[in-house]
């Protein structure tokens, strides 16, 4: 059964329930003014808004740009078209995300209403937190390392040899490498949380799509990676894929997904067991199905949610035994949900995992 709204109206306190949204509401008028706020805005903006009531549209386009060209054409274009647009304020050096949207009266008035959203900065915190973290020990660790190989050089004697000497400080530069490593992964993990947090994963990825040819992708990645990791890498991915399969994605974010899901399958399998990466059409040629199976440890039941979950890792031994932050998977799903696709798997504890993911082989 429908709302009949005329006749409910006169028993909704509509500024109590304005009042009430957790984002910010301000709604100007056709000659610019302010003519309503809501108590989120109010927090948000804080002084700034005391001016805005003063002074109208001008004084909120300057926290939109420092020029306000942008923000009067932003206001120009939300009032042309139905669909809201998406923009940042500037609000003490932080970008506050925004949505802008023309509302049409009865009596030919448009209003220009602008939506503020309370940004949840908890997992960047989180990631820097972890960055932090990982990034202190490693310079100190690496400082250490870079002593003492200064120091076995500084001490040697007259007659060591170049071998003796490499001998004694390979060990402290494959420290060094590992350290360097760790951290180059997990910067690289901030910039696509960042991506995502930000609200540009979706126009990046749009702007990049194309046909690929599976096969030939999946060849050269395979090659890069193994020659990073080294060869039994290469010998441990078994490939089934046949060269008539194309997949429409955005090439950098495909060897994105494929190095996540990958790395996790070789890293929790032992270490001289194959992992599979076979593909194959599926919705009458539709979509393009790719499973990467592993023999490893598997996922307990009772970790299939945390699976994708942000700096969630399952609490396995096995796992908890291995490097990692609990991000690679939730960057995955992210980027397979940007491109239209799908992400999901099957386990069982004990034999191994299945991860599949769904891909649209139409351009559009």
Not at 15 to 38: C, H, P, Q, T, Y
Not at 182 to 202: A, F, V
Not at 344 to 363: I, Q, R
């Amino acid at each position: 059964m429908g709302i009949d709204y005329k006749s409910s109206q006169r028993n909704i306190d509509f500024g109590a329930v304005i009042d009430r949204m957790s984002e910010g509401l301000l709604i100007f008028d056709m000659e610019g003014n302010l003519a309503l706020d809501n108590a989120a805005a109010r927090q948000i903006l804080g002084a700034n808004l005391v001016v805005i009531r003063q002074q109208g549209w001008p004084a909120y386009a300057m926290l939109v740009d420092s020029n306000s060209t942008l923000a009067d054409d932003l206001r120009a274009r939300a009032l042309r078209q139905t669909e809201p647009i998406r923009f940042h304020m500037n609000l003490s050096d932080a970008y506050i995300p925004c949505w802008a949207t023309g509302v049409h009266q009865t009596n030919g008035e448009v209003l220009t209403v602008i939506t503020i959203e309370r940004p949840d900065w908890t997992p960047l915190t989180q990631l820097l937190e972890n960055f932090r973290k990982e990034m202190v020990p490693a310079i100190e660790d690496t400082q250490g390392h870079a002593k003492f190989i200064i120091q076995i050089a500084n001490r040697r004697k007259p007659n060591t040899t170049a071998d003796e000497l490499a001998q004694r400080v390979i060990g402290f530069a494959e420290l060094i490498s590992t350290q360097m490593g760790r951290l180059q992964i997990l910067m690289g993990q901030l910039h696509r949380l960042e991506i995502i947090r930000t609200g540009q994963l979706e126009d990046e990825i749009k702007q990049s799509l194309k046909r690929i040819n599976l096969l030939e992708f999946t060849e050269d990645f395979i090659e890069e990676i193994a020659n990073k990791q080294g060869e039994d890498t290469r010998d441990r991915i078994r490939v089934d894929i046949t060269d008539d399969l194309h997949v429409t994605a955005a090439p950098r974010h495909l060897e994105y997904i494929l190095r996540d899901v990958l790395d996790n399958a070789l890293m929790y399998s032992p270490p001289q067991s194959p992992v599979q990466l076979r593909a194959f059409n599926t919705n009458q040629g539709r979509h393009v199905q790719i499973d990467i199976v592993d023999q490893g440890c598997g996922i307990r039941e009772s970790e299939y949610d945390r699976v994708f979950g942000l700096f969630q890792r399952a609490r396995q031994p096995q796992v908890i035994a291995e490097f990692g932050y609990g991000v690679s998977l939730h960057l995955a799903k992210a980027d397979m949900e940007a491109m239209g696709g799908r992400i999901w798997f099957s386990s069982e504890e004990g034999v191994g995992t299945t991860f599949s993911l769904k891909f649209s082989t139409a351009l559009a």
